[in-house]
Nanobody
Framework: QVQLVESGGGSVQAGGSLSLSCVASGRTFSNYAMGWFRQAPGKEREFVATISWSGRSTEYADSVKGRVTISRDNAKSMVYLQMNSLKPEDTAVYYC?????????????????WGQGTQVTVSS
């Protein structure tokens, strides 16, 4: 079992920045690729970013590319999501997820463990 807890959400004006964190506990963190997803009211959960177990490989959704950076610190069992130039359409609950694989995935169904989510609200 892997437990994931997100933090760092909040309210910000358009153009602002937020940094999300996710701490993992349970099994060896470096054995897992990690992902960030988000879900807006009335919409399906969607992929935001993923990072390989080593941190050397990352992928981003087109909607956030150039504005968002995913990173990890295996020594601290942490994964981060730095979000800049935020837009109202970025408003959602953001979830971190762990995948028992070296490589990440864009598919929610591939992930084994999920956090409880943290709310991000961007006002115009």
């Amino acid at each position: 079992q892997v437990q994931l807890v997100e933090s760092g959400g909040g309210s910000v004006q358009a153009g602002g920045s937020l940094s999300l964190s996710c701490v993992a506990s349970g099994r060896t963190f470096s054995n897992y690729a990690m992902g960030w997803f988000r879900q807006a009211p009335g919409k399906e959960r969607e992929f935001v970013a993923t990072i390989s177990w080593s941190g050397r490989s990352t992928e981003y959704a087109d909607s956030v590319k150039g504005r968002v950076t995913i990173s990890r610190d295996n020594a601290k069992s942490m994964v981060y999501l730095q979000m800049n130039s935020l837009k109202p359409e970025d408003t959602a609950v953001y979830y971190c997820a762990a995948l028992s694989s070296a490589w990440g995935s864009r598919r929610t169904s591939d992930y084994d463990y999920w956090g409880q989510g943290t709310q991000v609200t961007v006002s115009s």
